[in-house]
């Protein structure tokens, strides 16, 4: 039946068409009162002004959803593009906020050692190797950074030592890369030791505080300073913590694991400090 009104569904309607104009006109010579056959052909057609105003009808609903999910899609694209534009004011205000966080910092740190004379850089490369944990920053020697200059974040903590130095470049070493070496002071008790890396504890983002005193007492949680000895390094520069105290191979001598302060894989801006006062 479905294929049979598929295939001659138009003749259907034009066949319909005439019989209701056939009808009128009868109606119309005969006073309005249509005879037995105008009946007939009234419930013959019906259906099918009924199947003609409900495809119609369709077609209106149809016509109504496309204007709608135009204006639907204008509305979906000017808020997808007013939300991109309040993402973008939300990280200028992030950006904001993290530029003065680190202004006050280094105008804090200024304010405690205004012996120091910073050179700001940027971190442009990390090291990606299991023997080195070095930095690349954006100056060099045009800047006045120099190798054996140490370099900070803006809080004074301790990020490494600069070893090798470019014209418009320098890489460091960082606290944890195992050619480190400095000497190293506990806050609390004064306790001193040096400061160096190892490659097993590199792994895992630390290093060691090693020929500790044999009266040297240390707990986990101390605070870890540079202590200035040998007057090649700055005094007083944070480290990082000791997470516990341990015996060499030998169990001879005893070692602090020390975690960092400065978490290395999100720096962005650093200071290198080129001059400094030597503490006696």
């Not at 109606?27 to 105003?53: C, E, K, Q, W, Y």
């Not at 060099?140 to 190798?147: A, M, P």
Request: proline share 2%.
């Amino acid at each position: 039946m479905k294929e049979f009104l598929r295939r001659n569904g138009i003749w259907l309607l034009v066949i319909a068409l005439l019989l209701s104009i056939l009808i009128g006109v009868s109606s119309a010579f005969m006073g309005g009162n249509a005879d037995p056959l105008s009946n007939l052909v009234t419930t013959i057609t019906t259906p099918v002004r009924n199947g003609v105003a409900a495809v119609g009808d369709f077609f209106q609903g149809v016509s109504r959803y496309v204007f709608r999910y135009g204006e639907m899609e204008q509305q979906i694209s000017d808020l997808e593009e007013e939300n991109a534009q309040l993402q973008q004011q939300i990280r200028e205000s992030q950006e904001a906020l993290q530029e003065n966080e680190l202004l006050r910092n280094l105008l804090d740190l200024r304010e405690r050692r205004r012996d120091f004379v910073f050179e700001s850089a940027k971190v442009t490369a990390r090291s990606n190797d299991n023997w080195r944990s070095t930095l690349t920053l954006s100056k060099g020697s045009e800047s006045g950074i120099q190798e054996g200059n140490c370099v900070v974040t803006s809080t004074g903590v301790l990020v490494g030592v600069v070893s090798t130095v470019g014209s418009h470049y320098c890489e460091l070493d960082t606290v944890i890369d195992p050619g480190m070496e400095m000497g190293g002071i506990i806050t609390r008790t004064n306790a001193v030791g040096v400061l160096e890396g190892d490659f097993s504890l590199m792994q895992e983002g630390k290093l060691r505080l090693a020929y500790l005193p044999d009266e040297a007492q240390l707990v986990a949680g101390d605070e870890v300073l540079t202590s200035g000895r040998g007057d090649v390094y700055p005094s007083g520069l944070v480290v990082g913590q000791v997470e516990g105290v341990f015996n060499d191979v030998s169990g001879m001598n005893r070692y602090a694991v020390v975690v960092p302060e400065v978490n290395l894989d999100t720096l962005v801006e650093v200071f290198v400090i080129k001059e400094f006062d030597i503490v006696e």
